[in-house]
């Protein structure tokens, strides 16, 4: 391939999804507003209009937010790639290391990370300072953002440079086949993240104490029990902190594994409710969706970083977007700046998945506890995080990875109870 047609068909791409997705987010917009006069049918009952139209609203303003942070983004990976951008920092940093040596290497990729943190940074605090404080949801004050983006940034440096170190010295040292000693390193260091999250990164952010309530945790012990899970330990952290939104998940793996709650999914739900929105969790275990998960990603990271492999030896991949240097932290770089354009139609298809794995949770919660109390409990959870009741099908078919409301209700009532 030459580089003219190389660049030629990597613009064609991220046009086409940057297009794609933002007509997908227009036609939301556009839906859901023409149907914020009304509570659709099967909610007339539990959820008023005023909790349906700040919903609507809800929607909308994050839609837009969206969107104009997808535009930001398409323009700031053509500014790195044939903006010549990656290659302007690639000289200065000449100035400091030799280019290909390591160091040159690590500074290059810490570069391009701080600069789309920084191209992120003005949504994430408009998300949170006035989307969220907006409609209620915020909890963060300014100190306390701040003093979550000093722990990540030191964690990102402590962990995240000596990795990328790793990863270029082994594509450097490893020969032909070093993206395999890539993808066998990559793979333990997530394994390893798992197990020591829970212990070690978490409480860096959050409190986590024992689950106090004695009639919910013996509820949630016969749960278990009836489903075979172990857990070591049943925890409440503190999610109010930070934002009004509630949820439960599992977290780690074997002698890690534990179950949290957020304080403010506590606060609104029964017991029976909560019972159910666990259940609906150890279902997702029992049909070991984080395994099947596992299992497709894996080979596929494998084969991106077989395909790096050979794109590292073609001069038109790094002509092709923009760079004269032929290193591999530029090869890296440009790799992973690249591909979202073109793995942009794999979105779809993970979403169905996603979306079958929610539904095989819900039959799975349905049995084990009663589908009503899991209807009741996401009912409450659309209606207190101003979740939408009328997404627009083709927008959800494209991102939404759980089911849209309507349906997910309309199966668990079909369930025999
Ligand atoms: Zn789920």
């Known amino acids: 391939m030459s580089a003219a047609s190389f660049s030629l068909l990597f613009v064609l791409f991220l046009v086409a999804s940057t297009a794609i997705k933002s007509g997908l987010m227009l036609r939301q917009i556009r839906h859901v507003a023409a149907r914020r006069g009304a509570v659709p049918e099967p909610f007339a009952e539990s959820i008023g209009l005023s909790a349906h139209q700040r919903a609507a609203d809800y929607t909308v303003a994050r839609m837009r937010l969206t969107g104009v942070e997808t535009l930001a983004g398409a323009v700031f990976v ?92 082994l594509m450097g040292a490893m ?120 299992a497709v990603l894996a080979p596929l990271s494998l084969a991106l970083l077989a395909l790096l492999g050979w794109l590292v030896t073609q001069p038109w991949f790094f002509a092709g977007l923009g760079a004269h240097s032929q290193d591999t932290a530029t090869a890296l770089a440009l790799f992973f700046i690249a591909l979202p354009a073109f793995t942009f139609p794999l979105g779809p298809l993970m979403s169905h998945w996603s979306r079958r794995h929610e539904f095989e949770a819900d039959a799975y919660a349905a049995a084990q506890t009663r589908a009503s109390d899991l209807v009741a409990a996401l009912t409450k959870l659309y209606r207190d995080n101003a979740s939408t009741l009328t997404p627009d099908p083709l927008y959800s078919r494209f991102f939404d990875s759980h089911p849209p409301a309507a349906i997910r209700i309309a199966r668990l009532q079909a369930l025999p109870e």
């Open 78 to 169: 053509l500014a790195l790639t044939l903006g010549g951008a990656l290659q302007a920092v690639h000289g200065l940093l000449t100035q400091a290391w030799p280019a290909g040596s390591l160091l040159h290497g690590v500074a290059l990729l810490g570069c391009i990370a701080l600069a789309s943190w920084l191209i992120e940074l003005p949504f994430s605090l408009y998300r949170i300072f006035v989307v969220e404080k907006h409609f209620g949801f915020n909890r963060m004050t300014p100190a306390l953002f701040i003093s979550d983006t000093l722990k990540e940034g030191l964690l990102a440096t402590l962990v995240g440079l000596p990795l990328l170190a790793v990863v270029l010295w």
């Open 175 to 294: 020969g032909k086949y070093w993206w395999l000693w890539v993808w066998a390193f990559w793979l333990a260091f997530n394994l390893l993240v798992l197990l020591v999250w829970p212990s070690f990164i978490a409480p860096l952010f959050n409190t986590f104490t024992p689950l106090g309530d004695e009639a919910l945790k013996s509820r949630v012990e016969a749960l278990l029990q009836r489903c075979g899970f172990k857990s070591k330990g049943l925890y409440v952290m503190d999610g109010s902190r930070r934002s009004a939104h509630g949820n439960a998940y599992f977290t780690g793996f074997g002698a890690a594994r534990r179950i949290v709650f957020f304080d403010t999914l506590l606060d609104k739900l029964a017991p029976a409710e909560v019972e159910a929105v666990l259940a609906h969790e150890l279902g997702h275990f029992s049909h070991r969706h984080i395994v099947k998960r596992l």
